[in-house]
């Protein structure tokens, strides 16, 4: 879940954006220590869309707390669909999964957003957490790789960010330009910023030495963020971390657990997300199991800068085996076009 690119995009109806921002909590500190630390921070909060100092710092309350004391944890939950040529969009999993962040203050006046992330699977039709999942394209049970990121860490400043460099995989240099996000006012008092990232880049799970699990040997991803905040929230001095809730969308290669191979199609995310002030309390009871039982460190955010920030495939490409090729085998294919009517 990372976004580093800011673009303009339509997305979620407005009035029903509001009536979901409206029952976030506003996070105020009357005059105590929370209002000496925010001061002692010394960020922006005079609202002007076209100020990189602004954004930079909007930004960072938003995707993080500022007091560096202080945790902000994450939660988003959706549905993944398959796409093919020639059929429906089918319904695959849902996608539920946490994040806990840390923000360090850099001597330039930046933020370092230091992240852990973890994403697990459920059956689409009992809720249930998966271990294993019957592939409909292949007909095989395949083990489930649940997301887990640790870390995904990047540096929010008043130039545009570079794109993630995924281990050196991604080359791609961008010319600084200022650090303006694409603001629109929504209805009730809201605030909507949209964010995005379109990337494609070498694979790290070469077709030579991965045939099940590489989608070929470049890698093309696409994610799409949009945020609504109050704006009473984003002018509050007090406030280190601003609340929100939003929609996240990724468009993604077979994951490569399911051993789809160059098969044609893909996978597409359409989930939502937002600040749990309570944290642990406030998440599912399965999920916090699912992720003690993988580490406990999953709970926490990081305390330390640390790298390098991978996903979730380079991250396979460390962990995993390549799965053995059965005699035969060759990727699912979509149906037949229809033939011409008429």
């Given at each position: ?119 697990f699977y459920r059956d689409i039709e009992t ?201 035969g085998w060759s990727p699912p294919q979509p ?6 009517l008429g």
């Open positions: 879940m990372s976004n580093n690119t800011f673009t303009r995009r339509e997305g979620l109806s407005l009035a029903a954006i509001a009536a979901g921002v409206a029952a976030l909590p506003t996070v105020a500190s009357a005059a105590g220590k929370s209002a000496t630390a925010a001061s002692r921070l010394n960020f922006t909060t005079r609202l002007d869309f076209k100020d990189p100092v602004w954004n930079r710092d909007t930004y960072a309350r938003i995707d993080g707390d500022v007091d560096p004391t202080k945790e902000k944890c994450g939660w988003l939950r959706g549905k993944a669909f398959g796409v093919r040529d020639n059929e429906k969009i089918r319904p695959l999993f849902i996608a539920e999964g946490f994040s806990f962040t840390r923000m360090k203050r850099l001597d330039d006046g930046s933020w370092r957003r230091m992240l852990r992330e973890v994403v809720g249930k957490l998966l271990d294993t999942w019957d592939n409909p394209y292949t007909g095989e049970k395949v083990k489930v790789v649940p997301i887990a990121n640790d870390p995904f860490n990047f540096t929010i400043s008043d130039k545009v960010p570079e794109p993630p460099s995924y281990g050196g995989l991604q080359k791609v240099k961008t010319e600084p330009k200022p650090f303006l996000m694409d603001w629109m006012e929504g209805p009730e008092g809201t605030l909507i910023v949209n964010t995005d990232i379109d990337m494609i880049y070498p694979n790290a799970l070469q077709p030579d030495k991965w045939p099940r699990e590489s989608s070929g040997v470049m890698n093309r991803v696409s994610e799409h963020f949009i945020y609504t905040v109050k704006r009473e929230d984003v002018l509050n001095p007090n406030l280190t971390h601003i609340p929100h809730i939003g929609a996240w969308t990724r468009m993604t290669p077979w994951l490569p657990w399911m051993l789809m191979g160059q098969a044609p199609g893909h996978i597409t995310y359409f989930t939502t997300f937002q600040t749990l002030p309570g944290g642990i309390k406030e998440l599912p009871q399965d999920l916090v199991e699912a992720a003690r039982a993988m580490d406990e460190k999953w709970l926490h955010s990081p305390t330390e800068d640390y790298g390098p920030s991978l996903s979730s495939l380079e991250n396979y490409a460390r962990e995993q085996k390549p799965a053995p090729v059965p005699a149906p037949a076009a229809p033939k011409k």
